[in-house]
């Protein structure tokens, strides 16, 4: 009797032993995955380096080279030939306009918009960037459950050359890195933060 009880007392301690050692190991990767999406400066350094760290590994599991063949591959997107129609549905404020998503883009206090986006509708993998005049100059491939969040983006010049690398988390919280890897910030709401929690930039919309 006293053997068995101090078996199966041995069996239940190691039991508990396992169980515990697996929430916690769930809870402290739980932390900084669903952690992600609140606030920046409330964190401290290791919190943070773990945030980058789990947010680079999403984006950067495959190196980011550049796109050979890329004019060609959008050839037929090089030239919005309907731009002056876009350029002032994305001026006057619209958000979709016929087949496509569209938006613009304007420089701190100017009226006049310098670029604007376009996204059909039936192929949202994709957006385009265009000048004022409707010449192409970046294209974002959109990877993960977009349009649901969380997302991210990698955006390309028409060279095929990659830009940068965008982790939405949220309409209010983005993570920014160079295309070689390099964290740049995060947005949070209308500021753009350091590692160090320092304001390095400010956004009137988000």
């Known amino acids: 009797m006293c053997y068995t009880y101090r078996m199966r007392k041995l069996i239940y301690i190691i039991t508990a032993f396992l169980i515990a050692q697996s929430t916690v190991s769930a809870n402290f990767n739980d932390i900084y995955i669903a952690d992600i999406q609140y606030d920046w400066i409330n964190k401290n350094n290791v919190e943070k380096e773990a945030i980058i760290s789990e947010v680079h590994d999403i984006i950067f599991e495959n190196e980011l080279t550049k796109i050979k063949d890329f004019r060609s591959q959008f050839k037929d997107k090089l030239k919005d030939k309907n731009f002056k129609e876009h350029y002032f549905a994305a001026s006057a404020g619209y958000k979709e306009y016929k087949d496509y998503n569209i938006s613009a883009f304007y420089y701190k ?98």
């Open 109 to 206: 206090k100017q009226k006049h918009i310098y670029m604007y986006a376009l996204q059909d509708k039936k192929d949202v993998s994709k957006s385009y960037y265009y000048d004022a005049l409707g010449h192409l100059v970046y294209v974002d491939f959109n990877f993960g459950e977009y349009p649901e969040y969380p997302y991210y983006t990698i955006q390309y010049k028409i060279s095929g050359t990659p830009v940068s690398a965008i982790y939405y988390v949220s309409k209010d919280n983005q993570y920014l890195f160079t295309p070689d890897g390099e964290f740049t910030g995060v947005w949070y709401k209308h500021n753009l933060y350091d590692k160090h929690s320092k304001v390095i930039l400010k956004r009137t919309t988000y």
